[in-house]
T-cell receptor, first 114, second 113 residues
Framework: GQQLNQSPQSMFIQEGEDVSMNCTSS?????WLWYKQDPGEGPVLLIA?????ELTSNGRLTAQFGITRKDSFLNISASIPSDVGIYFC??????????????FGKGTKLSVIP | NAGVTQTPKFQVLKTGQSMTLQCAQD?????MSWYRQDPGMGLRLIHY???????DQGEVPNGYNVSRSTTEDFPLRLLSAAPSQTSVYFC????????????FGPGTRLTVT
């Protein structure tokens, strides 16, 4: 199946710092999504991207759909303690058949040091 | 709206037992899915449904059955539990206009001994 490589696997940052993480694939994706998961909870959708080159913000979060359609990036500005959690990228591979299935990355675990 | 609800929250089974994980959504969503989450593995799709009466297999379907008799409910059945099925299970749903934007339930943590 399709594979998504998400990096970094984990990161420790100081409160107030900016954060960048990314997701790459060897094949083309039609849609990219970013989710956040708090401990003991289900993932929550942060941003959805549908067009190559698209740049979308949600508060302090900004995500981009890479122009090659093989990658996506998530940036968090001025991190705060509640940003702690696991961030997952997910993509809908280009299959030409209108597939509903998503492929998920393995997550980036973010820790914020006050 | 309650969104996506899952029961039970926790469950311990013995090898060979069967059980059903319940999932319900009150958003009138057509699409529903079951995922399992294992440490370091991300989320893997077990089964999914694009509407009542229609189900299909995902990446890891073996040992699991699903049915979709109503739009609201999408139960996941473990036929004969095995230790390899110890995991956290998430149900998700999405609507026709934004089918990739999935809403997740709070999860069921299952341990098979």
């Amino acid at each position: 199946g399709q594979q998504l490589n998400q990096s970094p696997q984990s990161m420790f940052i100081q409160e107030g710092e900016d954060v960048s993480m990314n997701c790459t694939s060897s094949s083309i994706f039609n849609t990219w999504l970013w989710y956040k998961q708090d401990p003991g909870e289900g993932p929550v959708l942060l941003i959805a991207l549908y067009k190559a080159g698209e740049l979308t913000s949600n508060g302090r979060l900004t995500a981009q759909f890479g122009i090659t359609r093989k990658d996506s990036f998530l940036n968090i500005s001025a991190s705060i303690p509640s940003d702690v959690g696991i961030y997952f990228c997910a993509g809908q591979p280009f299959t030409g058949a209108g597939s509903y299935q998503l492929t998920f990355g393995k997550g980036t675990k973010l820790s914020v040091i006050p | 709206n309650a969104g996506v609800t899952q029961t039970p929250k926790f469950q311990v089974l013995k090898t060979g037992q069967s059980m059903t994980l319940q999932c319900a959504q009150d958003m009138n969503h057509e699409y529903m899915s079951w995922y399992r989450q294992d440490p370091g593995m991300g989320l893997r799709l077990i089964h999914y449904s694009v509407g009542a009466g229609i189900t299909d297999q995902g990446e890891v379907p073996n040992g699991y059955n699903v049915s979709r008799s109503t739009t609201e409910d999408f139960p996941l059945r473990l036929l004969s539990a095995a230790p390899s099925q110890t995991s956290v299970y998430f149900c998700a749903s999405s609507g026709r206009g934004s089918k990739y934007e999935q809403y997740f339930g709070p999860g069921t943590r299952l341990t098979v001994t």
